[in-house]
């Protein structure tokens, strides 16, 4: 790969690996949900005689849930004006050929094997197709200078 086509295809892998850390937060909220509801239901407001370090556990885990689910909507919104933007330029090839192979590829993050099963391709069809389609985006991508992280 020429550098030029290094550059698009990182470019365009951004949306992917931005999905991947919006999983990561989602999965991680989850468990910070499941850790509070279970602080919140074992507490359950029986405070007789007890010191407040169980309040404090609780409102602890609150604090964390809350700066997840914090986390989680800025990587979602992230995530989702990425996508726009690689989809955009994506759209923009008018080749719906090569535009199912990007969307394959970047926005679905398949391999070049599994793009070309799906596409009932040779894999050296998709990678040559893949190149094709690199050249041309490569152009769009720089003259548009949309290549800013």
């Not at 999983?23 to 007890?50: C, F, H, I, P, W």
């Not at 759209?91 to 719906?96: A, F, K, P």
């Not at 398949?110 to 197709?129: F, G, N, Q, V």
């Not at 041309?136 to 003259?143: A, E, N, P």
Request: proline share 1%.
């Amino acid at each position: 790969m020429t550098p030029e086509q290094m550059e698009t295809s990182a470019w365009l892998n951004r949306a992917f690996y931005k999905d991947k850390k919006v999983r990561a937060l989602r999965s991680l909220l989850e468990r910070d949900r499941a850790r509070a509801q279970g602080l919140t239901v074992n507490y359950g407001g029986a405070d007789k005689g007890r010191s407040d370090g169980r309040e404090n556990g609780v409102e602890a885990a609150m604090q964390i849930c809350a700066e997840t689910s914090e986390a989680y909507d800025k990587a979602l919104c992230e995530y989702n004006a990425m996508r726009r933007e690689v989809s955009q330029v994506i759209n923009g090839m008018r080749d719906d050929e090569l535009e199912a192979i990007f969307i394959y590829r970047y926005l679905d993050g398949l391999s070049m094997e599994e793009i070309a099963e799906r596409m009932h391709y040779d894999s050296r069809t998709i990678l040559r197709k893949h190149k094709i389609g690199l050249d041309k985006l490569s152009l769009v991508v720089t003259q548009c200078h949309c290549m800013s992280p």
